[in-house]
């Protein structure tokens, strides 16, 4: 069964960064986009950065310039980079795998900004 196991939330000051780390496993990880999404309480869930197979990136408007994406294929791990952060990025955030029909999610791990 795949897994997607994510880790690197916690508790951070307006302005400070963070950087989460989803590390997949039974999977075959280069042939997957990539992506990470978050829900913040009392929103819909939304697309904050995704990383193609081949590399290329997507972020979501409120977080480019901010936040990067990077994958290791052989390490089947996908980061993101979170600088300048603010209070409005406090959101639990999920990794996604998808290829085709498939699409894989881990549980998930709370980001909160706050002073």
């Known amino acids: 069964q795949v897994q997607l196991v994510e880790s690197g939330g916690g508790l951070v000051q307006p302005g400070g960064s963070l950087r989460l780390s989803c590390a997949a496993s039974?999977?075959?990880?280069?042939?997957?986009?990539m992506g990470w999404y978050r829900q913040a309480p009392g929103k819909q869930r939304e697309l904050v950065a995704t990383?193609?197979?081949?590399?290329?990136?997507n972020y979501a408007d409120s977080v480019k310039d901010r936040f990067t994406i990077v994958r290791d294929n052989a390490k089947k791990t996908v980061n993101l980079q979170m600088n300048s952060l603010k209070s409005e990025d406090t959101a639990v955030y999920s990794c996604?795998?998808?290829?085709?029909?498939?699409?894989?999610w881990g549980q998930g791990t709370q980001v909160t900004v706050s002073s």
């Open positions: 996604n795998a998808a290829r085709l029909h498939y699409s894989y």
């Open positions: 039974r999977i075959a990880f280069s042939i997957y986009t």
């Open positions: 990383i193609s197979t081949g590399g290329s990136t």
